[in-house]
Antibody, heavy 113, light 107 residues
Framework: EIYLVESGGGLVQPGRSLKLSCATS????????IHWVRQAPGKGLEWVGR??????????AYAASVRGRFTISREDSENTAFLQMDGLKTEDTAVYYC??????WGQGALVTV | YELTQPPSVSVSPGQTARITCSGD??????AFWYQQKPGQAPVLVIT???ERPSGIPERFSGSSSGTTVTLTISGAQTEDEADYYC???????????FGSGTKVTVL
């Protein structure tokens, strides 16, 4: 069975930084793309960005709303992906999910700015 | 790029609910559908326009026609009350996007 677990969420002041981690198990991690999706309180799902796996040279892509402020990375030896969030704004307040965008989703990490 | 969904759909138990999702790139990009209940992570109910993942009831089906994809719940049950989101990619395939979501009420 595949598991994804986010950690690192919390309360942060505007303008500051926060880094989320997504630890996985049961996944062919190095070959898998990992996406980050967020959901502001009472709002819909918003795609944040993704990092592809080794076969696709770890290519990244970001939503316009976070491009230049957020960075997605990964450490295949630890089966873990990361979301580095810099220059946080109040509108970044949301639950952040890591996911394969298929059946596998984490439980979410709350970030409050 | 945007995907357009109706805000809400209401259906009586046992009846059929249909949720549409429209987007210009849908003829060339697969669509995916997710069910989300309050306080829970989304659950994939349809993948690649019309495929049903393992464990998803047969009453959930998906179809595609031109710039519109449709999620159909045949014989809706009270436990199907949830928010439903479509997801796809823009024409480049680099940017993923979610629809605004449709609240399905079964009563």
């Amino acid at each position: 069975e595949i598991y994804l677990v986010e950690s690192g969420g919390g309360l942060v002041q505007p303008g500051r930084s926060l880094k989320l981690s997504c630890a996985t198990s049961g996944l062919n991690f190095s070959a898998s793309a990992i996406h980050w999706v967020r959901q502001a309180p009472g709002k819909g799902l918003e795609w944040v960005g993704r990092i592809r796996g080794k076969p696709n040279t770890y290519a990244t892509a970001y939503a316009a709303s976070v491009r230049g402020r957020f960075t997605i990375s990964r450490e295949d030896s630890e089966n873990t992906a990361f979301l580095q969030m810099d220059g946080l704004k109040t509108e970044d307040t949301a639950v952040y999910y890591c996911t394969t965008l298929l059946e596998s989703w984490g439980q979410g990490a709350l970030v409050t700015v | 790029y945007e995907l357009t969904q109706p805000p809400s759909v209401s259906v009586s138990p046992g009846q059929t609910a249909r949720i549409t999702c429209s987007g210009d790139a849908l003829p060339n990009q697969y669509a995916f559908w997710y069910q989300q209940k309050p306080g829970q992570a989304p659950v994939l109910v349809i993948t690649k326009d019309s495929e049903r993942p393992s464990g998803i009831p047969e009453r959930f089906s998906g179809s595609s026609s031109g710039t519109t994809v449709t999620l159909t719940i045949s014989g809706a049950q009270t436990e199907d009350e949830a928010d439903y989101y479509c997801q796809s990619a823009d024409s480049s395939g680099d940017q993923r996007v979610f629809g605004s979501g449709t609240k399905v009420t079964v009563l």
